[in-house]
Every structure is written in C-alpha cells, then in structure tokens.
C-alpha cells in the first residue's frame, strides 16, 4: 500500500510513477543501499542504466532540492565529482524526492596518499561556486559556540575533552569567513572510491554556504586517529583554505558536536572520546 511505503520513507508505485513521469524512464527499484543516514536510499534500475532515489521529509525539502540541482550543475561544470541530478520534486504530504545518477564506488575506510589527493582537489572547488545566503555554516558555528555549550554537563568520560575543545576559541567566538559552499557533512562515509581514485562526493543536497575549512575539519575528523601524514596534510590545507582561528573554531564545533551526540553514537562514548581526543591532539 502506497500509505505503508510513505510511512516507512520507501518509494511505493505511486511514487515511482512521479519519478518516472519527470525522468522519462520506467524505473524498478532493485535495492536499498547502505548510508543515507536518516534517508532511506533505494537504487533503480531500467536495463543498464541505474539511479538512486531519495525521500526526505519536511517542507524545507521543497526549496532546498531546487537549489541542490541548481548547485550540482554549477559544481559539475566546474569539474566537481558529484553525481548528475536525474529529477527533484513532490510526492504528497510532506515527502519529497531526489533522483540522482548512480556512480560505482565504495566507501573508504580511510584515505591514502592518492586517494588524499583527489579528495582535497575536489574540496579547492568548494570556492569555485557561490551557494545562495542560506543555511549558513560559518553563522551557525558561531551561534553554536557563542550559546549555552559552556556550560552543559557533558558525560564524566568527556567533560575534559569539551574544556579542551573550548580553550580553542576565544570568547565570543567571532564572525568566521564565508561564500564558498560547505557540503556539512565531509566524511569518508559521503566519499566513493574506485580502486585508489576518488568516483564521487555523495549526499551534496543539504548543503550551505560558509568556509570550506568546515569540510575540511570534517574529514580531519574522519581520518585523524592521532597525527600521521594524511590527517597533517588534511589540517595544513585547513588553515590554508582560512587560517588558524577558523581552524581551532571548526575544530572545537566539530569535536563538541561530535561530544554531544556520543551517547547515541554507535561507536559507544570510549570510542568517539579516543576519536576527539586525536584531532584535539593535533592542536593543543
């Protein structure tokens, strides 16, 4: 029943009649794929060719998908790796849906000298395009560090962690830079591989605008487990992109959000401890 699909973020037939009718292609859905976070992430299929659908719920989902087509076209002109946007619209209610193409790839469980490279590359494109002045990453930052985080009661496991990420950054944090666009969520868990090169950045659609050094800092902390060559590389490319005092800000954002949430983490708290406690190591 289409109403058992929607409840559950699956694409039912009436669903992919709509994708089809955009698209032009009779589409199948073969499968779910792995990721996708809080989206149920489904491929298609129609001979050879393949797609990946998603449902996102809310509202903001209408405007925003617009843009994220707009955007993917201006990074993809630019040369940026990111998958061709197929369809974008409504499905009823408040559920909205985003085609893209499918590009082969997996996952890397961490990133070598090569792999490293094409990364970075792709992350200099960032300043190539102008995101419009929504949903700005470098304001929310500042808004994150400048409120109450100072004083919640973080878990005893972490408490001495989020002081350290807080001695980072003055108080009141200032204004960071902006006008490049910030994927907000630059993780190896949005990169495809084939064999050592990058295939694609994944799950561009929620971007902002902001400082391309918040991405930077997020696959920082992604691949730091300590210091090492990469994660040097990763962080001496981080201050380039802005310099040192919108790195230690990024820094403490992401490794007090990645605090906040360690209770429901996956990882269990001693891991996302050992996991902050090697990017703070880097700069303090």
């Not at 058992?4 to 009649?17: I, S």
């Not at 630019?78 to 909205?96: E, H, I, N």
């Amino acid at each position: 029943m289409p109403g058992d699909h929607a409840q559950h973020g699956t694409a039912g037939p009436d669903d992919l009649a709509v994708v089809n009718r955009a698209t032009g292609r009779a589409w199948s859905v073969l499968g779910r794929l792995t990721g996708g976070r809080s989206d149920i992430v489904q491929l298609l299929g129609h001979g050879r060719a393949r797609a990946v659908l998603k449902i996102k719920h809310g509202a903001w989902w209408a405007a925003q998908l617009e843009r994220a087509a707009e955007l993917v076209d201006a990074l993809r002109a630019a040369g940026y790796p990111t998958p061709p946007v197929l369809g974008f619209g409504p499905l009823g209610g408040d559920r909205f849906y985003l085609a893209t193409e499918f590009v082969p790839g997996v996952q890397p469980a961490g990133l070598d000298a090569g792999l490293a490279r094409d990364v970075l590359a792709a992350v200099d494109l960032h300043s190539a395009v102008r995101p419009p002045e929504i949903r700005d990453w470098s304001t929310m930052i500042t808004e994150f560090l400048n409120g109450g985080i100072a004083e919640h009661r973080f878990h005893p496991r972490l408490a001495s962690l989020a002081d350290r990420a807080l001695a980072l950054v003055p108080r009141p944090v200032p204004a960071l830079p902006s006008g490049d666009f910030v994927h907000g969520d630059f993780t190896t868990r949005n990169l495809l591989a084939r064999g050592p090169r990058l295939s694609a950045v994944v799950d561009v659609e929620g971007f902002g605008r902001g400082t391309r050094t918040i991405d930077l800092v997020s696959l920082l902390a992604s691949v730091a487990s300590g210091s090492g060559p990469i994660a040097d590389l990763v962080l001496e490319r981080a201050v380039a992109a802005s310099d040192e005092q919108t790195v230690r800000a990024c820094l403490a954002h992401r490794a007090l959000a990645l605090l906040l949430t360690a209770a429901e983490s996956p990882k269990g708290v001693d891991a996302v401890a050992d996991q902050v406690g090697g990017v703070l190591a880097m700069v303090t």
